[in-house]
């Protein structure tokens, strides 16, 4: 009865909520995706502030995230001309004077703003002209301060400007979701199983869901809190843990059977020892291709530790035992230089390599196609072009997909779908992803790692300039190019765009001239608006050794091989991730000669730049940028995660922080997947309804394993 009644008093439409009304319900939709009442509960604080303190107005700093000050107006002021037209109303505690400035609903506070009334404000304070104010804080008489319910501990809601202009600001969700709580007569049905409940003393979600929002008490809210991160981080383990067992459980995959013919003959042509990492993970390959179950499997390895390698050797594998394979890539340019590089191996063994991309032209297309079909073409090796429906294989074995931060998990599924039994899949990352993450957004996935670079690498000196040293990084160059090595200058943009002042790649190509003027030196450029053959055309030379210096977009970040170039620039590095300044830095040390990176970037740049660009200067290990990388960016940001499937927003998990969380959550839901791998026990129920609910957020989930 209650939870049939709870049940559709929580799906009740948001607009039927005191102080919501249709119009206010439409915003809430489009901007948090708030529609109904338990939408709304569910949106969390992302913070709270402790009211019961009150701070002195000569102690504030910027550095204080927010304040709560209470005392008197003692004078009134507008200043400023149409937008910039401001009130500023100077307010006094006896320990100082702070400026609170208003640009909007002037005429409102002039006039109701009483002095010489106690008021409370609250607000962050920043620091502007040499004196901290505070913009738009929020006021409240004293006398009229309203009871609110919980403790002292205030929620901060994120909300929007469009929903701020309608008074929708942090305390008026916070007025809603009183509202709402209000309104709640029974108790809100359970998600977990008891026996988890009870294991592991979490609050009921009953409880977590009053207390998150209105928090009787800071150990009331830390279980809430608990139970909650526990929650989200457990169904989406759950999930992926369904989803692995019955792939490496119940999907059947092609037996590829240990037949080394090509294989063995690379081998005895290999242009050099397989590393000892190279070797294990071709053992892990193996024994997962031969297992008749299908594999999904990731490969990480750090720039430059010799994956294509590992996909030569794994593709050679299913021709072996008469299967097709296919690699794709993100970009064309690292399409055609795989496909020089694989050809150039496999040369020697009369097999049919293809190249198929974007502009692969009409006539070879057809030729492709047939050949794809009547099952001649051993090995396609391609872009995006690749997962398009037209392209149909006669039997594919092992698809490889590089650089894998770029594709999603629906290619995966497209690829997927390419035969009836799916082929292999081998998805490889020079992104190295922090365990939290890895165990996540690729949970679904085996995981491989070459944790060995070739021998003979050195590390790459990377070194942090600013602008006013342009000349020296110039002088360097020209040092590095005496010595007949070749340089990549790197740009973020390729235009100037009206938001960032950086420096851009067509000025930076005429001041380059400048500096490096032809004949003595040779540049070429590479972006991403180029034609294709201009590209190519540039590539070629600078891989053939014809250029020294090439000026470049990040189109070069991945992939690209030339191990003559020992000097990379990074041109307003500030602008960049840090995966990605790894990523780029990857291009040089590719040899056995010392290589150097070296940032520019202007004067000022923000603390957290600041980290990124010494992380770069006291580290070469992949692994651990990615974890700066995390820790400073959070899981939302960093590149790839919501294209790789990242299963759900996280609401109130946090994959840089909650890393034991997570791998707790793991552990427990492999235990119940031990015992119970459909969930047809009868105390398993709650878990399955759970699954079903959240299903329709993420349909495409289903079958990738
Ligand atoms: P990534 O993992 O970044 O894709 P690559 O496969 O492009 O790295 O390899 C980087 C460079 O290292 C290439 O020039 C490749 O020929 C070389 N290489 C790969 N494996 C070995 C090895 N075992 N010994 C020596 N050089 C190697
Ligand atoms: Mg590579």
Redesign the pocket.
Known sequence: MYKTFMSEFLNTEIKFLTGVGSKRAELLQNELNIFTFEDLLWYFPYRYVDRSKFYKIDELTSEIPYVQVKGRFIKFETIGENRARRLIAYFSDGSGVIELVFFQGIKWMKESLKINTEYIIFGKPSFFNGKINIIHPEIEELAKQEKKPGSALQPLYNTTEKLKNSFLNSRGMSKLLSNLILLIKAPISETLPEYLTANYKLLSLHESLINIHFPASVEILQSARYRLKFEELFFVQLKIQIQKKFRTEKQQGHIIEKKDSYNMQFWKNR?????GA?IRVLKEIRKNMISGKQMSRLLQ?D???????VAIVSMLMVIDNGFQACLMVPTEILAIQHYNTITKYLQPFGLNVKLLTGSTKKKNRTILSEELENGTLNILIGTHAIIEDNVKFSNLGLAIIDEQHRFGVAQRKKIWDKNVIPPHILVMT?TPIPRTLQMTVYGDLDVSVIDEL??GRQNICTKHYTDALRLRVFGEIKNEIKKGRQIYIVYPLIKESEKFDYKFLEDGVESILRAFPPPEYSMVVVHGKQKNENKEESMRQFVAGKADILIATTVIEV?V?V?NATMMIIESAERFGLSQLHQLR?RVG?GGEKSTCILMTAENISSEAKIRMQTMCESNDGFHIAEVDLQLRGPGDIEGTHQSGLPTEFKIANLAKDGQLIQFVKTIAEEILDKDLALEKPENILLIKKLKSMKKDDEHWENIG
Not at 271 to 275: E, G, I, N
């Open positions: 242009p050099f020892d397989y590393t190279q390895g720039v430059g530790s010799g994956k294509t390698l020079a070739p021998p992939g091989d191990p990857g590719r």
